[in-house]
């Protein structure tokens, strides 16, 4: 009798195993499988059903399946963003091009100390789909914002404040926020005391949040910076990570090395400290970070900024609200036009910026930002390579091209071209390490049971196509890209389906 049952049993998972299998569903056969973990590439099929993937091997489609004939390309987990402002493009274009036609499917905002209340951001998701997956950090700066006023933040919070900034963050972080972002080198958290940030960052530790950080300098004070971030993770015992990774200070240019030993220093005391990096020698900001004390109409602290924070004959104004007849073109040329040198002209641009916000107080969006050349080639290199570092892009739609062709520039100009690191590992370094660190436990891996959140692409031409006078140019080599088991892009076209989710921290 005992064998009767089991032969029954038997036989019902059997037949369940054909139904599901029997259910319609995506193959995408003929692959190099890179699947986010950064082991050798294998040759496999994946079965995708509704959402999640369902099979890995080597698959024979039913007859309703739609099968995709991968042409020996190679299949990998969506990438997700680290540090991403992409959530201001969503709102406006939902297909989101500027992050599936680089292989994005996840994105991380609420970055640099800005977020948005996470009932809000629920609210808006939910009534507004969108492409891309979405998680969030909550930020000092807007938790500083609420607690004392927009206009009233060149200052250290009081106790009462400070309470009410823990208050709100607790509970952000109860409804799903991953953690805490500051931005310490803009002036809405720049006058914060250390120990606001810590006390901050305890609350974050005890909800078992992460904590994020744009240092309080990237340039004069990157040494004490760094200390600072180093210090938070130890008294917190929470994982830490600098954000955007950079040398700004043309004088310490070819020191990353020194840096990542600090960092790894602190890694052997049991500091759970990382970052995320971009591959560009420019950044993108306001003209006001190139005033490390904060004495924007000071010459003598222009003129530094011109020698040693940024070169001003390549570094492009990409938005400048006052003057858009400014945009496109360098400091030094804006100069040459109003009869100034560049130092003179730098703080002109600021008071230009300060003055049209002063009458215009309804003008939302950004006056003025720069596309500031300001780094080294080879320490982008090391802070790529560092194997505690994972892949951002800092970007939005426009302006500056990672906002289009970050991780595609990656994968082609420094693994295909430059031999950085192997496909796998840059792979890894876009989706495993990123998911891993956020502790996204179905996505970052193509695995049975994973969402589908896929890419697929030519390793052979992939590359970043965008730049300063063409920003939103589209990517080579992005085939197709899958979020949540839904078809978002192909042939460099968005295919109209949004299935994006938001992620919240559980």
């Known amino acids: 009798m005992a064998q009767v049952k089991w032969f029954i049993l038997a036989s019902f998972i059997c037949i369940q195993s054909i139904s599901v299998n029997a259910q319609p569903g995506t193959i995408i056969t003929n692959i190099q499988l890179v699947d986010g973990t950064g082991k050798p590439a294998s040759r496999a099929s994946v079965r995708i059903q509704g959402d999640k993937i369902v099979a890995i091997g080597a698959l024979k489609p039913n007859k309703m399946d739609q099968v995709i004939d991968g042409k020996g390309k190679v299949l990998a987990p969506g990438f997700i963003d680290s540090h991403s402002h992409h959530f201001g493009d969503l709102t406006k274009n939902r297909s989101g091009l500027s992050t599936s036609s680089q292989g994005i499917t996840t994105i991380v905002i609420g970055q640099d100390g800005n977020g948005y209340p996470m009932d809000s951001l629920s609210k808006w998701m939910i009534e507004n789909p969108v492409v891309s997956n979405v998680a969030s950090y909550t930020g000092q700066s807007s938790l500083r914002e609420i607690a004392m006023g927009e206009n009233d933040l060149y200052r250290n919070a009081t106790v009462p404040e400070l309470q009410k900034m823990k208050t709100i963050l607790a509970s ?25 940030v810590i006390d901050l960052a305890k609350v974050t530790a005890a909800n ?4 994020t950080s744009h240092i309080r300098s990237e340039d004069l004070h990157m040494d004490e910076a760094i200390d600072e971030i180093i210090e938070i993770g ?3 015992k929470m994982p830490v990570q600098v954000s955007h990774i950079k040398i700004a200070n043309k004088l310490n240019w070819g020191t990353a090395n020194l840096i990542l030993e600090k960092l790894n220093q602190a890694r052997k005391t049991g500091v759970n400290i990382s970052a995320d990096v971009y591959p560009y020698t420019f950044w993108n900001s306001t003209l006001r970070v190139l005033f490390p004390g904060k004495d924007f109409d000071n010459l003598a602290s222009a003129e530094m900024a011109t020698k040693q924070l940024f070169d001003p004959n390549e570094s492009v104004l990409v938005q400048f609200a006052p003057n858009p007849n400014y945009v496109g073109k360098t400091i030094t040329a804006i100069g040459v036009e109003r009869n100034e040198q560049p130092a003179q002209a730098l703080i002109s641009l600021i008071q230009l910026a300060e003055d049209f916000k002063k009458a215009n107080p309804n003008y939302t969006g950004s006056v003025e930002a720069i596309a500031g050349k300001a780094m080294s080639e080879e320490d982008i290199k090391t802070f790529l390579a560092w194997p505690e570092s994972i892949i951002c892009s800092d970007g939005n739609s426009g302006g500056h091209p990672r906002g289009y062709g970050a991780f595609t520039r990656v994968l082609g100009r420094y693994v295909r071209e430059s031999n950085l690191m192997p496909l796998e ?3 890894y370094k876009m989706t495993g390490q990123s998911a891993d660190f956020f502790g996204f436990k179905n996505r970052g891996r193509i695995a049975v049971g994973n969402f589908a959140d896929l890419v697929l692409l030519d390793p ?10 063409n920003s939103k140019a589209l990517s080579k080599g992005i085939e197709m890209v899958w979020v ?7 042939a460099q076209k968005a ?8 992620i919240k921290r559980k």
């Open 172 to 196: 952000e972080l109860a409804k799903g926020s991953f953690g805490l972002s500051t931005g310490l080198e803009y002036e809405a958290a720049f006058y914060s005391s250390k120990q606001e």
């Open 208 to 211: 078992q949040g992460l904590y």
């Open 234 to 236: 130890r008294q917190t």
């Open 425 to 427: 590992k840059a792979i």
């Open 460 to 469: 052979a031409t992939v590359m970043d196509e965008a730049n300063l006078k």
């Open 484 to 490: 949540n088991g839904q078809l978002v892009y192909q």
């Open 495 to 502: 295919t109209g389906n949004l299935p994006g989710v938001l």
